[in-house]
């Protein structure tokens, strides 16, 4: 009974265990692994995307800005400050 006691209240088990010999490595591997995953993915649907919507241009993305200045003046001026401060 004694050394079952003493087995419950100080062991290794729970938080005191010993963590298995490689576990690092595994969880390291695993990491990379799915990043890898990712990328591939990434990638592979990127390839079979289409090309960039005719509104990605600078023209039209500065007439977008011009309309949102005259229908939302303070988000705007929210919007432009944060811009100039990404620029700096």
């Known amino acids: ?23 690092g490595y595994r969880v390291a591997g695993y990491t990379a692994l799915g990043v890898a995953v990712s990328f591939v993915l990434f990638c592979l649907i990127r390839m079979g995307a289409g090309p960039a919507p005719s509104t990605m241009n600078k023209e039209y993305q500065e007439a977008t800005n011009e309309y949102l200045k005259v229908c939302f003046p303070l988000f705007c001026s929210f919007c432009l400050a944060w811009e100039e401060a990404i620029r700096e």
Do not use: D, L, N, S
């Open 1 to 23: 009974m004694g050394k079952t006691a003493y087995y419950i209240a100080f062991g290794a088990h729970g938080p005191r265990a010993q963590t298995p010999p490689g576990e």
